[in-house]
């Protein structure tokens, strides 16, 4: 078992930065791969970022490629997402997740464990 606590969420204006943490715990925690989500009311949870146990492969969404960072520090047992230059259409939900593949993977269904979310409000 995998648990995930999420938090670093809150309202920001438009061109601000946040940060995001995720501390895991359990027995396996620092051999997972991780991945961050996010859901805006009426539409699909979407992938974000994600990072391989080791912390050495990373991937990204699309919509946040060179503005959002994803590291993990595994003596912490913390993933980070450092998310830089937000736009109001990153206001969402965002859930970290873990997944026991080598590689943090963009399709929500390969991951077996789920933080509560953090809410993320961006204004303009």
Known sequence: QVQLVESGGGL???GGSLRLSCAA??????SVS???FRQA???EREFVAGTS????????ADSVKGRFTISRDNAK???YLQMNSLKPEDTAAYY???TFL???VPTASRYDYWGQGTQVTVSS
């Open 12 to 14: 920001v204006q438009a």
């Open 25 to 30: 715990s359990g027995r396996t925690s620092s």
């Open 34 to 36: 991780m991945g961050w």
């Open 41 to 43: 009311p009426g539409k």
């Open 53 to 60: 146990w080791r912390g050495d492969i990373t991937h990204y």
């Open 77 to 79: 047992n913390t993933v």
């Open 96 to 98: 970290c997740a873990a």
């Open 102 to 104: 080598p590689v943090g």
